[in-house]
């Protein structure tokens, strides 16, 4: 069998582990240089998940949590496609998401903003990509939120997004940003990323295509996760 | 027209935040939404070998313990094998080998039920000592750490392990070793993982 490592992570594309404009980055970043690692089968395998796992409704976070009527807020969709690095689809896929309400509230008991809980809003989905990568959610659009950093920092609109590809070495979380808004630029959580074209990957477009006429407006966002040598890790030829 | 290389380019890694709970843990943020969380069971009924406990700490730059953080192993089996299709033979049903874990929001402390892992074989016919695969985030960590746990009674196997000896400084090595603390005759291992200072634990860019 053929086991062939990851593309090399592009840490230059990636933010660093220190941020002082990210303040809470500066006591969690670790200091010493990381250890180089060529792939091993501990790397190259991650676990795989089916539909047992999960259920058909938890990627509608408009109903999955509603008690006694719809959330509060823009109706959206959101979807588009796990590939990786060689623009391959990455199948079957776990993607889980999560996200304050349309006030900028999470239901965690560690948020006390001001902005209320919405009775039927939980915050929280997962679905696994279809096997051309495909996946997507309902929900409604986060609203912004101010956080403790700068006296006056405000958070874009933006939905958390988890996703594990095949092997450990792709596991990812990164964030989700909305098209044309202005507080991306302005966000040092965003802007610690080093790449323009980086920080432009992670703003979902307006997809007019995509939309529910009358009902839902679409956000795009493709996930690209590492990519896959397909010759032997191994340094002397056996097969392949 | 000169060759196009066409290769996409990695999303770029956005920190867990302080509420990744509500996404990957909701019980612990505090609401019941999903029929099972994920996660909370690594091994499985069925798996053989050693029922073992590990536990520990994350702690930050100021010595205190990181109460927000959210870790996710992956190990093998007892004999060595990932549950996944290229992870080297067969597992027990049920065993999944994959688990998530949260600190306690007053202490700092996690920990899991798992089985020991056996070896694995590594690159060039190395074979790698016992050990998980650890996944750290948290609210300000902007890309995901990753370390691994080896156990302190496979002290041979660990001598001749091709990824710690990649480890060119010998008192940095010490910090991917957990500490075998027995409770109620059951192993216990303890694994604190420092983000800075001295004694900064090892992780890898993988």
């Known amino acids: 069998m053929t086991q062939a490592e990851f593309y090399q992570r592009d840490r230059r594309l990636q933010p660093p582990a220190l941020t002082p404009d990210y303040k809470t980055s500066v006591a969690r970043s670790p200091r010493y240089s990381m250890i180089s690692l060529q792939n091993s089968k501990s790397e190259i395998t991650g676990p795989v998940f089916g539909h047992n796992d999960i259920d058909p409704i938890d990627n509608d976070l408009i109903r999955n949590y509603a008690k006694n009527g719809d959330p ?6 959101v979807h588009g496609r796990v590939l990786d690095e060689n623009a391959r689809p990455v199948p079957n896929t776990l993607v889980e998401v999560w996200q304050a309400n349309a006030g900028g509230r999470y239901r965690h008991k560690k948020d006390s903003y001001l902005a209320p809980i919405d009775p039927n809003f939980g915050g929280c989905g997962r679905t696994l990509t279809d096997e051309n990568g495909y996946y997507f959610f309902r929900t409604v659009k986060p609203g912004a939120y101010p956080w403790r950093n700068w006296v006056n920092n ?26 044309g808004d202005p507080l991306i630029r302005q966000c040092p959580i965003v802007q610690i990323i080093p790449d323009p074209d980086a920080i432009e990957q992670l703003i979902a477009k307006l997809d007019m295509n995509a939309t529910i006429p009358l009902d839902a407006i679409a956000y795009k966002f493709d996930i690209v996760l590492r990519g896959r040598r397909s010759t032997l890790f191994e340094n002397r030829l056996e097969g392949n | 027209m000169p060759q196009e290389l066409n290769y996409l380019r990695e999303t770029a890694s956005q920190t867990a935040g302080p509420y990744v709970h509500i996404g990957l843990a909701p019980g612990a943020a505090g609401f019941d939404i999903y029929r ?20 520990g ?28 299709p290229e992870g080297g033979g067969e597992v027990e049903e049920g065993f999944r080998g994959w688990g998530r874990v949260i600190t306690d929001f007053e202490t700092g402390e996690w920990g899991f039920d798992t089985v020991k892992p056996g070896p694995v074989m590594g690159r060039n016919g190395r074979m790698m000592a016992p050990h998980l695969n650890l996944w750290i985030v948290a609210r300000g960590i902007n890309i995901g750490l990753n370390t691994r746990m080896y ?27 957990a500490r075998r603390d027995d409770r109620d005759g059951k192993p216990v291992y303890r694994f604190d993982i420092r983000l800075q200072g001295d004694d900064e634990t090892v992780f890898f860019d993988i």
């Open chain 2, 151 to 177: 156990f302190p009674d496979e002290e041979d196997a660990n001598a001749k392990d091709p990824v710690i000896n990649l480890v060119e400084w010998e008192k940095r090595r010490a910090t991917l070793i």
């Open chain 1, 154 to 179: 405000w958070r874009p609109a933006h939905i958390h997004v988890s996703v594990f590809g095949t092997g450990f070495a792709q596991r990812l979380i990164t964030q989700l940003y909305f098209e």
């Open chain 2, 36 to 55: 099972e969380e994920l996660g909370w069971d690594i091994a499985g009924p069925n798996a053989g070998g050693q029922r073992i406990r590990v536990e």
């Open chain 1, 72 to 77: 509060v807020g823009e109706r959206i969709i």
């Open chain 2, 57 to 84: 700490l994350v702690i930050d730059g100021m010595g205190s313990p990181v109460k927000d953080v959210l870790l996710e192993v992956w190990q093998a089996n007892s004999e060595g094998n990932y549950a996944h």
